[in-house]
């Protein structure tokens, strides 16, 4: 539920003014740039693949309500927790400036919202304009709690495009037979790969090419010759995903809440944590397409080797095919096919979208990701050779704490985290070469990179072979970055920055890692707080793929982190 404040007459237009819109949002009609929504996590049954479960989701509705803004508002989600245990919703790419209390990662800058209570988090918007999105940040509980953030240009200015005739929403997602935290919990207790999804979704629904789901497959109802924006988002948990629609080309117009030079493309390959705003012309002859979602996955470790659909579907009369035409996406292992789609990302740069990319860089991360082993004694674990699956940035397997950092930090709570995350790995090796047992076995820790406000900072994400390899979608909570540039094999100190964009590269909060090689970002760190960086392939960020980022405040009052609100969620004792 969702409701504008102003004036008292606003008030009483808002509560008057109620419309409701799909997945269970209500937007009301009333003026103003303050909103509030109210979040009700709830165990609720559905039906899928001819299996019936409860799973919790918000407002009895998966995917969750729409929260719909514009560009510059605030909006205040109260989220009451009538579920059976603890959870943290996170508001993805939404940078709250100066306000890392409501982020939402479990432990990091909250601890979970207890069952039976309520916790208000205000999300500040600035310049994002686009598509964002929110889920769950507690073990595997975003699989079922996720949701749409639109971000609408101000009152007043509009799109770099023409204006489309209709929008809509595609959220692909991954529907699991069993309960999703029971999954997660055996892996981690066996030290296994947890099991793989049952199926894919769009919108919630798995498609005509799954068991009984034929009769709710999703339809998108369209008029000859009208252009529609598709706002897309990737909340599967564990695959990047290609997709497209049969016969119909696509143009990439923006991601992550940022414009794009436009992109022609019959196929986008779209990460976990992503989002990208995509428009279609409907210019074909009058009848069904398969829009089609399927994985990417260039790796040895177990995946969903299926693909969702939903029905492109003409308005008027004639008589549709048999079977609705089918694109021909790219092979699940095709990792050019991915890598040439990724490459030709690129900002806008318009005037009125300028870009802004560091050059002058003041503090460099070189930072290994890697999938990793722990020891287990006599061989007692479900992993490689009896071993406990595992996963690391620089050698370091995140572990997370029982009082959230940012609280640590904020309050100077010694034994929570440290903040010696190193700048480089503890040693160097040929990466993405035959690396026998190099770094397999990593430390264990809870560190924190501390980086001082209005540090231009560069980041070498560097991939390696060890375990099993492949494309990694590393995201930072609190802003967006600059992908200035991205290869295969081995970052090369010479050769590699000789072939950055440092004039229009994309402007994003995720970015896929290739599989064997280096992706650079850049940011000015002008955001101060508790960050949480991590892969958002959720087993390998329940393996220790995570880290935290901390800026320190500015010497103005504008650059230093706010107070914390009146009241946060308890947390257990260290």
């Given at each position: ?39 009700v996590l709830k165990e609720t049954n559905f039906t899928r693949l001819c299996t019936t479960k409860s799973m919790l989701v918000v407002n009895e509705s998966w995917p969750g309500p729409v929260i719909r803004v514009h560009k510059g508002d605030t909006v205040f989600v109260t989220v009451h927790n009538h579920g059976t245990y603890g959870v943290t919703i996170h508001w993805h790419g939404v940078k709250q400036p100066r306000n890392p209390w ?473």
């Amino acid at each position: 539920m969702r409701v504008e404040t102003g004036n008292k007459m606003a008030l009483i237009a808002a509560f008057l003014g109620f419309v409701f819109l799909e997945y269970g949002s209500l937007l009301c009609m009333a003026r103003g740039n303050v909103q509030h929504y109210d979040f009700v996590l709830k165990e609720t049954n559905f039906t899928r693949l001819c299996t019936t479960k409860s799973m919790l989701v918000v407002n009895e509705s998966w995917p969750g309500p729409v929260i719909r803004v514009h560009k510059g508002d605030t909006v205040f989600v109260t989220v009451h927790n009538h579920g059976t245990y603890g959870v943290t919703i996170h508001w993805h790419g939404v940078k709250q400036p100066r306000n890392p209390w409501p982020d939402g990662p479990e432990n990091i800058t909250q601890c979970p919202i207890p069952a039976g209570t309520s916790f208000t988090q205000e999300l500040s918007f600035s310049d994002e304009e686009g598509t964002l999105w929110w889920h769950a940040h507690s073990d595997w509980s975003r699989a079922t709690v996720h949701g749409a953030i639109l971000i609408y240009p101000k009152p007043g200015t509009t799109y770099p495009y023409a204006k489309p005739y209709k929008e809509e929403l595609i959220i692909l997602g991954e529907w699991y037979n069993g309960d999703v935290m029971a999954i997660i919990d055996e892996a981690i207790e066996t030290g296994g790969d947890p099991n793989v999804s049952d199926a894919f979704a769009i919108n919630g629904q798995p498609g005509d090419l799954y068991d009984c789901s034929n009769a709710s497959t999703y339809r998108l109802l369209v008029d000859y010759g009208k252009t529609y924006l598709l706002r897309i988002i990737n909340a599967a948990m564990n695959e990047e995903m290609f997709f497209g629609i049969a016969k119909h080309n696509l143009t990439v117009v923006g991601m992550d809440g940022a414009y794009l030079k436009p992109i022609n493309t019959d196929y986008i390959m779209i990460t976990p944590g992503q989002t990208m705003d995509v428009l279609v012309t409907a210019k074909q002859s009058p009848g069904h397409y398969y829009i089609m979602g399927s994985p990417f996955a260039d790796t040895t470790a177990p995946f969903d080797n299926t693909s969702t659909t939903g029905i492109f579907q003409y308005s008027g009369n004639y008589t549709p095919p048999s079977t609705p035409y089918s694109p021909s996406l790219p092979a699940y292992d095709d990792k050019d096919a991915a890598g040439n789609f990724t490459v030709r990302l690129k900002s806008l740069a318009s005037k009125q979208h300028p870009v802004s990319v560091p050059l002058k860089i003041t503090e460099r991360i070189f930072m290994t990701v890697s999938v990793n082993q722990i020891y287990c004694a006599n061989e007692s674990c479900s992993g490689p050779d009896g071993n406990r699956l595992s996963a690391s940035l620089n050698n370091i397997s995140f572990v997370t704490p029982t009082i959230d950092i940012l609280q640590a930090y904020y309050s100077q709570i010694h034994g929570v985290y440290n903040s010696t995350f190193p700048s480089i790995p503890p040693y160097f090796f040929n990466f993405t070469g035959d690396v026998g047992n190099n770094t397999i076995y990593p430390s264990l820790g809870t560190k924190a990179k501390m980086i001082k406000y209005g540090s231009a900072v560069e980041i070498i994400y560097q991939g390696t072979n060890v375990g099993a390899a492949e494309n990694h979608p590393m995201h930072l909570h609190g802003y967006s970055f600059y992908v200035v540039g991205m290869g295969n094999g081995n970052f090369d100190n010479k050769t590699s920055p000789k072939t950055y964009n440092l004039v229009d590269p994309p402007l994003v909060n995720t970015i896929g890692l290739p599989k064997n090689g280096w992706t650079t970002i850049r940011f000015v760190a002008d955001n101060p707080g508790v960050w949480f960086m991590h892969c958002h392939l959720e087993r390998h960020a329940s393996w220790g793929m995570d880290m935290v980022v901390i800026v320190t405040d500015g010497p103005a009052k504008t650059n230093k982190m706010r107070e914390p609100p009146a009241y946060m969620p308890p947390c257990a004792k260290p």
